[in-house]
């Protein structure tokens, strides 16, 4: 089955948030590290216990690599053993690796996080070297049914200094999306939506019907909800009737359990606010999701 329809139909069943895995080592709360030799061994029983909690009602997770490498070793060992987990379990993973280079390099880059230890199903790329920075990863698209959420319009307040910049009457970050639809256009599954898609930043709503309708068969990854400041009424605009896209949530989702201050609690706490989250998008949805 092709990935894109593997995501399509794990939220149509479980909802649009896709668990942030960003997990901090000061996320973890103390009486759970002490039971653990080193950060990585405790960050990976974190991660677990997120993972058991909120898999039936999560559409996919999110692993941010920034968090693992930097704790060394120690680290990409529980990066590699929350994916192998998530695999496991038969759960979506997107690598959120944000690799971008020349092609040879870009193709150790795809072997690494679509192969071997670290295998995920889709990863994040950045496209602005070019192209040829992101065909090398299409070949797995089209044998191994992996798949690519690429950088288009950030959720960053820096996304105005280059993706907003005018290039023959359309900013950039539209051009780059439409050739992010043209990409995926070969491998469009069951649902209408190919395994190439694209990361729209969830925190401004203002283009959102533009976007959404020019990039008609691309699956979104939206962050910015939550933490970032990104509302409900702006991301329900990009989903589009509750479909097309994954909302993540990181510290959102991982920090749940520090507002009812039960450290104990803190995977209970943290499928509460999924199960928040995903309501309150569903009812935006209701109202502004065309
Ligand atoms: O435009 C982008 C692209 C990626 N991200 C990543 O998403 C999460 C957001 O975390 P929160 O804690 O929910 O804010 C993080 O991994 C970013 O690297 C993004 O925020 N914006």
Request: with cysteine.
């Amino acid at each position: 089955m092709c990935i894109a329809d593997k995501l399509y139909e794990s939220v149509a069943a479980r909802g649009p948030i896709c668990v942030g895995l960003d997990t901090d080592i000061s996320y973890v709360p103390q009486w759970l590290a002490a039971q653990y030799q080193t950060p990585g061994e405790a960050v990976f029983a974190f991660n677990r216990q997120i993972i058991d909690a909120t898999a039936d009602v999560a559409g996919c997770f999110k692993v941010q690599i920034a968090y693992y490498e930097s704790l060394g070793l120690d680290g990409l060992r529980a990066y590699k053993d929350t994916l192998a987990y998530l695999r496991e379990r038969e759960l979506v993973a997107i690598a959120d690796v944000k690799r971008g280079d020349i092609a040879k390099t870009a193709e150790m880059y795809a072997k690494a996080h679509f192969t071997g230890d670290f295998e995920a199903d889709f990863v994040t790329l950045s496209p602005y070297m070019g192209l040829d920075s992101v065909t090398p990863y299409l070949p797995y698209v089209e044998q191994s049914g992996k798949g690519l959420f690429i950088l288009v319009r950030t959720s960053n307040p820096g996304r105005e200094d280059f993706q907003y910049l005018q290039s023959e009457g359309e900013p950039l970050y539209d051009i780059v999306g439409k050739k992010v639809q043209e990409l995926g256009k070969p491998y469009i599954g069951t649902y209408g939506y190919s395994p190439v898609g694209a990361v729209i930043g969830g925190t401004s709503s203002l283009e959102a019907e533009t976007i959404r309708a020019a990039l008609d068969s691309t699956f979104f990854l939206i962050p910015g909800y939550g933490a970032q400041g990104g509302k409900a009424e702006d991301i329900a605009r990009y989903l589009c009737r509750g479909n097309g896209g994954v909302v993540n949530s990181s510290r959102g989702v991982l920090l749940a359990y520090k507002k009812d201050g039960d450290e104990r609690q803190f995977a209970e706490a943290s499928r509460k606010e999924v199960l928040r989250a995903r309501e309150e998008i569903a009812s935006a949805c209701s109202v502004y999701g065309k």
